[in-house]
Nanobody
Framework: QVQLVESGGGLVQAGDSLRLSCAAS????????MGWFRQAPGKEREFVAG????????SYADSVKGRFTVSIDNPKNTVYLQMNSLKAEDTAVYYC?????????????????WGQGTQVTVSS
């Protein structure tokens, strides 16, 4: 099994930046892809960004492309989501996810392991 713990959420103003972290533990050597999803109140959980274990493959939702950057620190078993130019519509609970399949997925079904989430609130 793999355990994921997110941190770094908080309350910021529109235009500010925030960096989320996701620390993985357990059988992390089995993981190929890690991703970030978010869920706003009353909405479906949606893909935000994903990255391969090597860092060589990344994927972003169109709504965050150019503003968010996903990265990975393998020695620390940690993946980051740097969020710049935040908007009110970025407000959501952000979840970290991981999977063993050899691709960076963009849907919930493609990730087997999930963290508990961290709240990000952007005030306008």
């Amino acid at each position: 099994q793999v355990q994921l713990v997110e941190s770094g959420g908080g309350l910021v103003q529109a235009g500010d930046s925030l960096r989320l972290s996701c620390a993985a533990s357990g059988r992390t050597f089995t993981i190929y892809a890690m991703g970030w999803f978010r869920q706003a109140p009353g909405k479906e959980r949606e893909f935000v960004a994903g990255i391969s274990r090597s860092g060589g493959s990344t994927s972003y939702a169109d709504s965050v492309k150019g503003r968010f950057t996903v990265s990975i620190d393998n020695p620390k078993n940690t993946v980051y989501l740097q969020m710049n130019s935040l908007k009110a519509e970025d407000t959501a609970v952000y979840y970290c996810a991981a999977d063993r399949r050899l691709r960076v997925g963009r849907t919930r079904d493609e990730y087997a392991f999930w963290g508990q989430g961290t709240q990000v609130t952007v005030s306008s």
